[in-house]
Nanobody
Framework: QVQLVESGGGLVQAGGSLRLSCVAS????????MGWYRQVPGKQRELVAR???????YYADDVKGRFTISRGNARNTVYLQMNSLKPEDTAVYYC?????????????WGQGTQVTVSS
């Protein structure tokens, strides 16, 4: 059983910072890539940032220069450092991982963590 657990969300004023963490646990053979998505009510979930196993990163245009995605030394952890937050960053943030377990290779999702940025 594979589980992704996010933490670090909360309420912050515009211009502030938050750091999200996500830990993948369970029967994991390897992790190909990990990423962060976000979703607001009535809209589709959108990719915020992604990091491949080799370290290559991708950022959505509206977070470039403000957000930084990184992997932990244990390789089963991913972080999202969010600086210069704006009210439009308010959303539920979801961690995902494209990983291989003994039974299959598929994408797993965390339960989400709320980020609220006040103006």
């Amino acid at each position: 059983q594979v589980q992704l657990v996010e933490s670090g969300g909360g309420l912050v004023q515009a211009g502030g910072s938050l750091r999200l963490s996500c830990v993948a646990s369970g029967s994991i053979i390897s992790i190909n890539a990990m990423g962060w998505y976000r979703q607001v009510p009535g809209k589709q979930r959108e990719l915020v940032a992604r990091i491949a196993s080799g370290g290559a990163t991708y950022y959505a245009d509206d977070v470039k220069g403000r957000f930084t995605i990184s992997r932990g030394n244990a390789r089963n952890t991913v972080y999202l450092q969010m600086n210069s937050l704006k009210p439009e960053d308010t959303a539920v943030y979801y961690c995902n991982a494209d990983l291989r377990s003994p039974s299959n290779t598929r994408i797993y999702w965390g339960q989400g963590t709320q980020v609220t940025v006040s103006s």
